[in-house]
């Protein structure tokens, strides 16, 4: 259903040096890298953070977060841990989590800019 998303920052240099470590968890890499927008993604950009100098960091409880799945806990421990090393915040350690519909495997953090992206994947039972 959605195609890709994008997400304004403030210092593209900083957060594209964040995401480009962050991502690369999800097996995301950079593929497109211009004045003012980088796109991330597998096989085409999917991810796209747009320049936005000066913009003010969200509030923490803005209501807006989005989420990336991944095959493997071990990819959203990865996730969790490389953006908190780079700066991003704790919003959610990685742990089992009761969805709408099933369990799953997430965590959540806050990057640079205070954007909550969540990081999921759905183990099989006896994972």
């Not at 097996?27 to 953070?49: A, D, H, N």
Request: proline share 5%.
């Amino acid at each position: 259903m959605i195609d890709h998303i994008s997400i304004p920052v403030n210092d593209l240099n900083l957060s594209g040096a964040f995401y480009t470590k962050v991502l690369k968890t999800l097996g995301f890499s950079l593929l497109v890298q211009r004045e003012s927008t980088y796109g991330y993604g597998k096989q085409y950009p999917e991810f796209w953070l747009n320049a936005r100098v000066d913009m003010a960091s969200l509030p923490e409880d803005s209501g807006f977060h989005f989420c990336l799945r991944c095959k493997a806990k071990d990819a959203v421990d990865a996730f969790y841990n490389i953006a908190l090393s780079e700066g991003g915040k704790d919003a959610g350690a990685p742990g089992k989590r009761q969805g709408a519909m099933t369990e799953y495997y997430g965590a959540f953090i806050l990057d640079l800019d205070g954007h909550k992206i969540e990081a999921v994947c759905f183990p099989k039972p006896t994972e």
